[in-house]
């Protein structure tokens, strides 16, 4: 095992970041009392406002780090990841862009065409362009290799055929970036052979999207079939058979950010407000430990964020967070109702109440969004070598 199995470097915030950092502070405080939006939580996963959005774009706060040639705004790591942060912890409704912002642009910039990136990127850059995930398939659980999608060729193009499901947003997305089976097999041996990914128009013939209601009520995930769906040749993304290592770096964006465990941060600030400033004992442990944890584990985040600034590919890292993460949200929640009970109410008009309602019915799924944290900690053991 490597004495530098994890690199979480230092991170500390230059005037410039602090700058920004109070910037959108501001915009966010001005939005909410103006009724732009209601905090929710999870607000990365289920808050869709696409008012919100093309807001964001306008304020060059999408698309940050791409080039201004594409309509991005040349900004670093850190600058975005400060962006990110403030937006999360005040349950902002960013879900429609998400997915585009945080990884659909950045593997269109990297795998993508000239006219894919000059097409497509401006747009997401402006908040006025989604995307959808097309990874998951009906019956594959987390065994992303044995997707059963194909893609055949045929004449100017490829025939899609197969079934996506927990496509979040896809009923609203204008793309989705698909990982199909152009050729290889199943096998144990061939699997990771011949996947390739694709830029697909939703709009398209041949396409059904389903809604899934979940236990909370919401509508946000979908089931996206494909009937001899014709995308063209100038629609597959990158190379050929190249899809498995397009993806898994595509994996690593996807868990590379804050949200991993900012989902319920908004449930915490309204605890903290609604015990006040004279908690009891049991009170004060709660808040302090989960600050304290919160805390450590935002220094991880940051480290995450400048080895992406450095041109790294922080993937172990990214894992790492994302499984400590997603388990201290849940934790979270429960110490927060051992101390402070609430009849957790998604209609109510207490914030409190109707945040840790969403928090309650919303967070348990983070544990398998982006990979199951079992898959994750596969991951983590294979870089200390235990596997």
């Known amino acids: 095992m490597s004495s530098n199995a994890f690199r979480f470097p230092d991170v500390e915030f230059t005037p410039e970041l602090k700058a920004l950092q109070q910037e959108v502070r501001d915009f966010l405080a001005a939005e909410k009392a103006s009724g732009g939006f209601v905090p929710v939580a999870d607000g990365w996963g289920f808050g869709v406002d696409l008012e ?21 705004h040349e900004r670093s790591s850190m600058e975005r990841y400060v962006v990110t942060e403030e937006l999360l912890a005040a349950g902002a409704p960013v879900s429609a862009h998400w997915v585009a912002d945080r990884q659909s642009g950045p593997m269109i910039l990297k795998n993508g065409t000239e006219e894919q990136k000059k ?10 362009c989604h995307f959808a995930i097309g990874m998951s398939e009906p019956g594959s659980g987390s065994d992303l290799a044995s997707l059963r999608t194909t893609a055949t060729k045929v004449d100017g193009g490829y025939k899609i055929n197969g079934t996506k499901i927990w496509s979040s947003g896809a009923h609203f997305c204008h793309y989705m970036i698909a990982t199909v089976r152009t050729g290889g097999t199943r096998d144990e041996k061939n699997r990771h052979e011949g996947l390739s990914q694709f830029l697909i128009d939703l709009s398209i013939p041949g396409i059904e999207i389903r809604g899934i209601k979940n236990m909370a009520g919401d509508e946000h995930f979908n089931e996206t079939h494909f009937t001899d769906a014709f995308v063209p040749d100038d629609c597959l993304l990158g190379e050929e058979g190249d899809g498995w290592h397009q993806v898994t770096s595509e994996l690593g964006l996807e868990r590379s950010g804050p949200e991993r465990f900012l989902s319920s941060a908004i449930v915490l ?15 004060a442990l709660m808040l302090g430990q989960s600050v304290a944890r919160l805390k450590s584990l935002r220094r991880m985040s940051l480290g995450v964020s400048g080895l992406l600034q450095e041109g790294g590919s ?6 790492l967070v994302k499984d400590i993460g ?8 429960n110490d927060i109702r051992q101390v402070r009970p609430t009849e957790p109410l998604g209609q109510s008009t207490d914030d409190f109440a109707r945040t840790m309602a969403e928090g309650l019915l919303r967070v348990p799924s983070s544990t398998i969004r982006g990979g199951t944290n079992e898959v994750l900690r596969g991951i983590v053991a294979r870089q200390l070598g235990l596997r």
């Open 52 to 72: 919100f959005s093309r807001k964001l774009g306008q304020k060059g706060w999408l698309g940050m780090t791409w080039p201004k040639q594409y309509g991005g």
């Open 119 to 128: 097409t497509i990127l401006p747009r997401i850059a402006a908040g006025e």
């Open 269 to 283: 600030t309204e605890a903290a407000r609604k015990i006040g400033n004279e908690p009891d004992d049991r009170e």
């Open 314 to 319: 922080p993937t172990v890292e990214a894992a």
């Open 326 to 333: 997603t388990r201290y949200e849940s934790t979270l929640l």
